[in-house]
């Protein structure tokens, strides 16, 4: 053996009760579960400690941090060992020299401008390939999964119109995803209220959803409405992936606003109907209350349309800036899911310009205030949104198809803490503090049932012949360490991570081992 675990206390990912075993590694693999009389070439003392399978962020933003921070710790340390990358519609692959432009200015905010990474790549393959050889072709911090991006491909077909697209732009977006899912991709993301992805009815997702059952994918939308109509909203998503016969993973899956107090019982019932009726749904939540996004993001529609130098051209119009007010304030923007804006639940977050830094942390006073720093920031304002209800948190997250997902935007001065804090946070307040989760269910929700998402046949337990992605951690003290105040301090009680049997955390210090590769999921037979 080349490691030997002695004595941990082993949560298999299953939901199973614990039970204290040996776990033995041999090159990149568990090689043995039990009692290990001999020793390996390293021993590790685990008593005290439980071992379980490396967690599955299913929701994640690090698609250039991946490829400029080698260290990453902001997810090794928290014992995540795979990313699902390409959320929420909008990602930099495929792509050409036009939407690539676009896309970095859009999504600014999330990930920064990208002027310290070199993107050579424009199709899907060739940006997995390019986070394999990354930092020298030594690899990633973690491993990656990703989606193709649904509003990306929609802009690369037929730009930022709101409009339907024709049969042959309705061909090229089908052959975009169809080509996605064939160098690896492992499904299909939207962004709803996000521009141009919103622009699609349901008739287009369909067809592409169709695309991606025939590759053996699934469809993880950000919904048209987590507001007013959040029920209706998730009903199509629901209804459109039965009629495409498509697998369905809901992003980020909450009920937000003031209209939304107490109403999570209502989704989880529509999800139970569907799931009885055969229906193939699972979902990811993070344990926190307030959103994030852009403060882009809030603007109606329409003033999307163009693209984002379009978006700054209305912005300046005093005129169009009144509508977009009124659509803000007076009639709830679709772009802030149907609800008249409150300014007094946003946040700044992180500002793309140093000069406007004292920004970050206050609440945004009103419209001038907001239109201004769009137009100082060019679009890359970084907000939090505090209208979530912890009593919809907890329900959500006792789903028997829950899954974790940080939607960790790791931009900004202050971001979101969930970036470094959703799975311990899931492990010491949730479980060990009120009991919302057992410790093995609440391994399941951040192992075994995202692997089983993803279909991987040897990751998200703990079984002889799986890849040693593992994390021990302390069950009497881990906890995230970030807050609203530190968004950015680690957690404690995870000493250890490995992946493919490697150490990318020892002794609670990240190592210098790079070990993540990429995670392409080989297209089904149906794709032929």
């Not at 006792?398 to 803490?417: E, F, N, W, Y």
Request: glycine content about 14%; aromatic content about 6%.
């Amino acid at each position: 053996m080349d490691l030997v675990i002695r004595g941990a206390r082993v949560v298999d990912g299953t939901g199973g009760p614990p039970y204290t075993a040996d776990v033995g590694v041999h090159e990149g693999r568990i090689a043995a579960i039990g009692r290990i009389p001999a020793g390996g070439r390293r021993t590790l003392d685990a008593h005290g400690l439980a071992l379980a399978p490396g967690f599955v962020d299913m929701h994640a933003h690090s698609d250039l941090a991946l490829l400029r921070d080698p260290d990453h710790a902001a997810k090794a340390a928290q014992g995540v060992t795979l990313e699902v990358l390409g959320q929420d519609g909008i990602s930099y692959a495929p792509v050409d020299d036009r939407t690539l432009g676009e896309v970095r200015a859009a999504i600014a905010g999330w990930n920064g401008p990208g002027e310290d990474v070199d993107f050579t790549w424009r199709t899907v393959g060739g940006y997995l390939d390019a986070l394999d050889r990354a930092h020298g072709g030594r690899g990633t911090a973690v491993n990656a999964a990703y989606l193709v991006p649904q509003g990306t491909v929609r802009a690369y077909a037929l730009g930022w119109e709101d409009r339907p697209a024709t049969p042959a732009e309705l061909d090229r977006m089908r052959t975009l995803v169809a080509d996605g899912l064939a160098e690896g991709a492992v499904g299909m993301s939207s962004g709803l209220t996000y521009t141009p992805g919103m622009y699609a009815s349901g008739a287009e997702l369909t067809e592409l959803c169709r695309v991606v059952a025939r590759y053996g994918g699934y469809y993880c939308p950000h919904h048209r409405s987590y507001g007013r109509g959040a029920l209706a909203a998730y009903a199509e998503m629901v209804e459109l992936t039965r009629g495409a016969g498509c697998a369905l993973h809901l992003a980020h899956a909450t009920m937000n606003f003031g209209e939304n107090a107490g109403r999570a019982p209502e989704l989880l019932a529509l999800l139970d109907a569907a799931l009885a009726d055969g229906c193939d749904i699972t979902l990811d939540s993070y344990p926190y209350t307030p959103g994030s996004t852009t403060l882009v993001a809030l603007l109606p529609s329409w003033a999307g349309e163009g693209g984002p130098e379009a978006v700054l051209a209305r912005l300046r119009d005093d005129a169009e800036a009144g509508r977009i007010r009124h659509a803000l304030e007076v009639e709830g923007a679709d772009g802030c899911h149907g609800v008249p804006v409150d300014w007094s639940t946003i946040e700044i977050s992180g500002v793309g310009d140093p000069a406007l830094s004292a920004y970050v942390g206050t609440r945004l006073p009103g419209w001038e205030a907001a239109r201004r720093l769009l137009l100082e920031d060019r679009l890359r304002t970084g907000i939090l949104q505090h209208v979530g209800h912890e009593e919809n948190v907890r329900a959500i997250m006792r789903h028997p198809v829950h899954t974790g997902g940080s939607d960790g935007i790791l931009q900004g001065a202050k971001p979101h803490p969930r970036a470094y804090g959703t799975f311990p946070h899931y492990l010491g307040h949730y479980v060990r503090e009120l009991g919302v989760l057992t410790l093995e269910e609440c391994v399941a929700h951040l192992a075994g049932r995202p692997a089983a998402r993803l279909r991987l046949p040897d990751r998200g337990l703990l079984r002889e012949g799986y890849r040693a992605d593992l994390v021990l951690f302390d069950p009497d003290t881990v906890a995230a360490g970030s807050t609203y105040e530190r968004p950015r301090a680690l957690p404690t009680g995870i000493p250890y991570v490995l992946i493919d049997g490697r150490f990318v955390m020892r002794d609670g210090r990240r190592t210098d081992v790079l070990a993540g590769r990429t995670i392409r999921r080989t297209p089904h037979p149906e794709a032929a």
